[in-house]
């Protein structure tokens, strides 16, 4: 390295953004993440002791130190380390430091740590590239991504290395980064007067949302752009801090984990009857920019699944939010769409529509049986045949009902859907249990059915043989 180039690296490094500069160098500077790095953790002993030697793969969300323990480890390691971003390098560039790392092996006996930054931007193939010479030991893998790299990185890759999950900073320590800025004389603000009150740093802590980069990226702004008072003192008060830090950032990637993780949240919600929790979610998913289509399909799909006849107008709501919404669009369409969260949310709940699966399950085990006679079409047949003959219309009868037979001989009196005792429906269970009765009366079979473990009333009736 010349001179000049010497000289232009260090103006840069005086000149970079306070977080930046204030970027941990060794784990006793680190803050946060206890459970990965705390005293005696598993990878805490490794870094310190220079021996990692299995890949690992950090994850989480921005501004939780992925970047950084990678560059600790760089700065307390005898291996050869190297830094990539899989946005900007490509298979070349990789190939170029596989070969430089198998000769510094080969001649020197040097280790060499390759740290991959976004690692789940490359593609299938580039990972493919990379993984022979992580599972040969050529290179340790340090991978960094804010997706689940169960999802986004190939499970070959994954298999052959650590995974450490970083979490959002607690308030605790973004208090702790808030301090550290405030008080370093050479890469923060300790050589100027600077008084920030308390509710400016409530307001920094709170609206961070647990991002040590947001909140050194607010405390720059709030410094630099605030003149200091007569005495020379910045004043950072709460006004200040509002105006540096506005809106707390809403983690979400529409493809990624916030995105699943955030819909489950909100169905789940619905499903148990929180409606302030639904809430809750459903405003993190519009102000992160989700299209409510996805949502108002996921309330239509509950609205069958969980409410079913618990109450049957919750299909019905869910149905016209949708429409209504597609009529007339945003921001007057969040009304309706809030609508139908607290009105599915709020309705007696009844899952008795799963009953159809278990239908299919037994039709594909037992197969499926013939229709009965009387059952079948007799504008056709009924001369020849005798198709319909027999058959009881329902109307004729006292109460519309009568206890004829309608399942194939072997499914005889087989109990499949079970009313629950929710809202609507539990005014179906109880002409259910009527109507049962009344047909197990006529065809001779008991009801309730005995526990024979089949769920078959009528198997051992002779109709049911």
Known sequence: MDLFTHSMNEGMQLESPLA???????????VGQEHIIGPGKLLRRAIEADRLFSSI????????????LARIIANTTQAHFESIS??????????????????????YRIRTILFVDEVHRWNKAQQDALLPHVETGMVTLIGATTENPYFDVISALVSRSRL??????????????????????????????????????AHLLRVAGGDARNILNALELAVETTLPAADGVIQIDLDVAQESIQKRAVIYDRM??????????????????????ALYWLAKMLAAGEDPRFILRRLLVLAGE?????????????????????????????YPLVEATLYLATAPKSNSAGAFFKVRELQEQEGIGPVPAHLMDASRDARGLGHGKGYEYPHSFPEHHTGQQYLP???????????????????????????RKAQAAALGYDYPPKDTGNDNPAANSPRGK
């Open 306 to 334: 969980d409410i079913g006849l618990g109450d049957p107008n919750g299909l019905v709501v869910a149905a016209a939010a949708a429409y209504t919404y597609e009529y007339i669009g945003l921001p007057e369409g969040i």
């Open 86 to 107: 899989a946005v900007l390098a490509g298979v070349g560039e990789l190939r170029k430091l596989i070969s430089e790392a198998t000769d510094r092996r080969r001649l």
């Open 57 to 68: 793969i950090f994850f989480g969300p921005p501004g939780t130190g992925k970047t950084t």
């Open 164 to 201: 450490f999950q970083l979490e959002p900073l607690s308030e605790e320590n973004l208090s702790i980064v808030l301090d550290q800025a405030l008080a370093d004389k050479v890469r923060g603000y300790g050589s100027r007067f600077i008084d920030l009150t308390p509710d400016a740093r």
């Open 20 to 30: 930046a500069r204030m970027r941990p160098r060794t784990m006793d500077e680190f």
């Open 256 to 277: 990624g984990d916030q995105h699943y993780d955030t819909i489950s949240a909100f169905i789940k919600s619905v499903r148990g009857s929180d409606p302030d929790a």
């Open 409 to 435: 001989n072997s499914m005889l009196g087989r109990v499949f859907y079970k009313p629950s005792d929710q809202g609507y429906e539990a005014g179906v269970a109880e002409r259910v249990e009527r109507w």
